[in-house]
């Protein structure tokens, strides 16, 4: 998808750890320390308890599409066009949302299995991103 020159997210104080997991090839989960409610994406505070104490998770990666878009325009620098950006309900039941690689924008379906994997692009930068399942682990 991108290769490089993606427009890279902000880090901070409650992101930063995802992005540092992400980047050492996990995608994280946040876990409320109290009521183990996961959520993401990563904030402060458990909303079911208001819990500022957390933990994470690996996820399993696997998960449905519920939603997707094709972008095919405005087009940034370093990405390539269409664009398929989906919305997965992950089977621990959290939702995110990321790009789609390794599929023809016409296959793109609701309900398709799909698998997380850590995409690192020429500059070094890792994300996570789907790709429809095969049964392989990120
Ligand atoms: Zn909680």
New binding site residues.
């Given amino acids: 998808m991108a290769t490089t020159g993606r427009i890279k997210p902000p880090l901070g104080h409650d992101n930063k750890w995802w992005w540092d997991q992400v980047a050492a090839g996990t995608l994280a989960l946040q876990r ?1 320390s ?2 183990h ?1 996961l959520r993401h994406p990563p904030r402060p505070m ?1 909303g ?2 208001q ?1 500022l104490s957390w933990d994470s998770i690996p996820a399993s990666g696997r998960g449905t599409v519920a939603s997707f878009t094709i972008l095919h325009h405005p087009q940034f620098p370093g990405y390539q066009y269409p664009l398929i950006i989906v919305l997965v309900d992950l089977e621990e039941g959290l939702r995110i949302t990321a790009g789609l690689s390794d599929c023809d924008p016409a296959d793109v379906a609701f309900d398709m299995a799909v698998e997380a994997y850590i995409h690192e692009d020429a500059d070094g930068f890792r994300i996570p991103m789907f790709r429809p399942a095969t049964g392989r682990k990120i």
Wanted: proline share 0%; hydrophobic share 0%.
């Fill in positions: 409320c109290q009521c409610t458990c079911e308890c819990s």
